[in-house]
């Protein structure tokens, strides 16, 4: 529950052992947990932390049958005892614990569907990229979906079909829309919506925008994209939502595979200030571990055709 297999080159000792977290809060979120290996301190854990943050260290307590509260197991120690579920202080009920078929676990209330919990199978170097880069780092893979979008720039609307928090795979951002419309050559509003199990209960945030400056360093590097967004196959913007930006983001657009296709989008967003209250910098490249853009280009291609993009509405 608490510890890896992969061992820490380091010290010698076990890698904490990172969970995806599948939880409803208002809508389907992605979180990270570890488990601490005493059980954590339960009383001093606010039930809203999970859902304020991206990755926390969540207390837990093995449920020993009906009737057993988890406070009166504070001094328990949980090497020495066998159990088939657990509590977490964000549920007034227990999560049942199974195994997956590649020997992971699995863990999700026995009644009510708000959350699910998934061990991460990580290899070393998968634990040494997943400590480098923060969950508050979004990295999304998106596919063309309205015939307004080009071969350059962002206009239009775009499909996630991967995406990722810090290196974990966050699957409820698969198939959210992101739409660009320029109110001028460099700024205009970013809408997001998020797919919804129940029609037409999907959730909706946007985020003004505008092209941001980059550093000498990375100008130097970028010295032929220049102009305006349209014109070119990536810069960096900040989203706003109020007078300061709080969210920086690097864009790519990918290389043409083929006649008859749309090049595919990546976004990095840099969420640090949400959720950490740590001011953020320009993102410049794909997070470390995470596939390039170009690498999977096949997967996220639109194709040209009638049938593959959307029509704007007129």
Same mark, same amino acid.
């Given at each position: +529950?608490?510890?890896?297999?992969?061992?820490?080159?380091?010290?010698?000792?076990?890698?904490?052992?990172?969970?995806?977290?599948?939880?409803?809060? *208002?809508?389907?979120?992605?979180?990270?947990?570890?488990?601490?290996?005493?059980?954590?301190?339960?009383?001093?854990?606010?039930?809203?932390?999970?859902?304020?943050?991206?990755?926390?260290?969540?207390?837990?307590?093995?449920?020993?049958?009906?009737?057993?509260?988890?406070?009166?197991?504070?001094?328990?120690?949980?090497?020495?005892?066998?159990?088939?579920?657990?509590?977490?202080?964000?549920?007034?009920?227990?999560?049942?614990?199974?195994?997956?078929?590649?020997?992971?676990?699995?863990?999700?209330?026995?009644?009510?569907?708000?959350?699910?919990?998934?061990?991460?199978?990580?290899?070393?170097?998968?634990?040494?990229?997943?400590?480098?880069?923060?969950?508050?780092?979004?990295?999304?893979?998106?596919?063309?979906?309205?015939?307004?979008?080009?071969?350059?720039?962002?206009?239009?609307?775009?499909?996630?079909?991967?995406?990722?928090?810090?290196?974990?795979?966050?699957?409820?951002?698969?198939?959210?829309?992101?739409?660009?419309?320029?109110?001028?050559?460099?700024?205009?509003?970013?809408?997001?919506?998020?797919?919804?199990?129940?029609?037409?209960?999907?959730?909706?945030?946007?985020?003004?925008?505008?092209?941001?400056?980059?550093?000498?360093?990375?100008?130097?590097? +970028?010295?032929?994209?220049?102009?305006?967004?349209?014109?070119?196959?990536?810069?960096?913007?900040?989203?706003?939502? *109020?007078?300061?930006?709080?969210?920086?983001?690097?864009?790519?657009?990918?290389?043409?595979?083929?006649?008859?296709?749309?090049?595919?989008?990546?976004?990095?967003?840099?969420?640090?200030?949400?959720?950490?209250?740590?001011?953020?910098?320009?993102?410049?490249?794909?997070?470390?571990?995470?596939?390039?853009?170009?690498?999977?280009?096949?997967?996220?291609?639109?194709? +040209?055709?009638?049938?593959?993009?959307?029509?704007?509405?007129?």
């Amino acid at each position: +529950l608490c510890q890896d297999s992969s061992v820490d080159p380091s010290t010698g000792r076990p890698y904490p052992r990172r969970w995806h977290v599948r939880v409803h809060h *208002g809508r389907w979120m992605d979180k990270e947990i570890v488990f601490p290996l005493d059980g954590g301190d339960w009383d001093a854990f606010h039930d809203d932390t999970l859902h304020r943050t991206l990755f926390v260290e969540l207390p837990w307590r093995p449920c020993l049958g009906e009737g057993t509260e988890p406070h009166l197991l504070q001094t328990m120690d949980h090497a020495d005892i066998s159990f088939s579920a657990i509590w977490v202080p964000a549920l007034p009920f227990p999560l049942s614990v199974s195994r997956t078929e590649d020997w992971g676990w699995f863990m999700r209330p026995a009644t009510e569907q708000v959350m699910e919990i998934t061990s991460r199978q990580l290899s070393v170097k998968e634990h040494i990229d997943a400590n480098r880069v923060h969950s508050d780092l979004f990295t999304l893979y998106l596919q063309a979906s309205s015939r307004i979008c080009g071969e350059r720039g962002l206009r239009g609307c775009w499909e996630v079909v991967m995406g990722f928090q810090g290196t974990m795979p966050a699957r409820t951002w698969v198939g959210a829309a992101l739409e660009f419309a320029f109110s001028d050559a460099r700024s205009g509003i970013c809408s997001m919506t998020f797919p919804s199990d129940t029609f037409g209960h999907e959730t909706a945030l946007a985020f003004y925008f505008s092209a941001a400056l980059p550093t000498a360093v990375e100008a130097a590097a +970028l010295e032929d994209q220049v102009g305006t967004i349209d014109s070119c196959t990536e810069g960096f913007l900040e989203f706003y939502q *109020g007078p300061m930006p709080n969210q920086p983001v690097k864009w790519i657009r990918g290389a043409l595979a083929g006649p008859g296709t749309l090049p595919s989008l990546m976004i990095v967003m840099d969420s640090s200030l949400t959720f950490r209250g740590v001011w953020p910098a320009l993102p410049f490249a794909v997070p470390e571990g995470l596939p390039l853009l170009d690498d999977i280009a096949p997967a996220v291609q639109t194709a +040209l055709l009638p049938s593959g993009l959307e029509s704007e509405p007129q």
